[in-house]
C-alpha cells in the first residue's frame, strides 16, 4: 500500500519514483540533551507547518511528508536551523501571506552560508597576555589597599 504525503491537498504517493518521501525528525532516546532539543524543535515546526488538528503526535511516527514542499527538495539536517529547508513550507495546502518571500530567504540563506565557508577559521582563542610585570603591579596594588 502507497504511502501518501501528510500535507493537506497533497495526493502524492510513493508510487511516484520523481519524488521522495521524508519522515518526521524523530527524537533520540540517548542522545545529548542539545541534539533531542533541536530535534523536538523541528519536529514542532514540521507539525506546525502541517496546521492540521486531526493529528497527534504518535502519528507523526507514520507520516511522510514529499519533496514537493522543500526548497531545495529535501529537508536540511536538524543542525542548520537557518536553513529554509529546516521547515517545509511549499504548496503546504494553505495559503500564507509570507509565502511571496520564499525565493529571497532561500538566496539569503545561500549568501551566508557562502560568507561562513570563505571566514578564516581561528585554531587558537586568544587568551590574556600573563606578563610578569603585570602581575607585579597587581601583587603592589594588593600590598598598597592592605596598608590601608
Keep these: 500500500m502507497p504511502t501518501l504525503c501528510a500535507v493537506f491537498e497533497c495526493f502524492n504517493k510513493t508510487t511516484n519514483k520523481n519524488l521522495s518521501f521524508y519522515r518526521f525528525p524523530k527524537v533520540w532516546k540517548n542522545a545529548a540533551s542539545d541534539i533531542n532539543a533541536l530535534l523536538l524543535a523541528q519536529r514542532k515546526s514540521w507539525f506546525n507547518a502541517l496546521h492540521r488538528s486531526d493529528v497527534t503526535d504518535k502519528q ?32 503546504m495546502g494553505y495559503t500564507k501571506n509570507s509565502d511571496k518571500a520564499t525565493t529571497p530567504n532561500l538566496q539569503r540563506y545561500k549568501r551566508a552560508e557562502k560568507r561562513t565557508l570563505l571566514k578564516p577559521t581561528k585554531l587558537f582563542e586568544e587568551s590574556p597576555n600573563n606578563n610578569l610585570n603585570d602581575r607585579h603591579n597587581e601583587d603592589e596594588k594588593y600590598e598598597d589597599i592592605m596598608m590601608k
Design 60 to 91: 507523526l511516527d507514520h507520516m511522510r511528508i514529499c519533496s514537493i514542499h522543500f526548497k531545495m527538495g529535501k529537508p536540511a539536517h536538524y543542525g542548520d536551523t537557518k536553513n529554509p529547508d529546516w521547515t517545509p513550507t511549499l504548496k
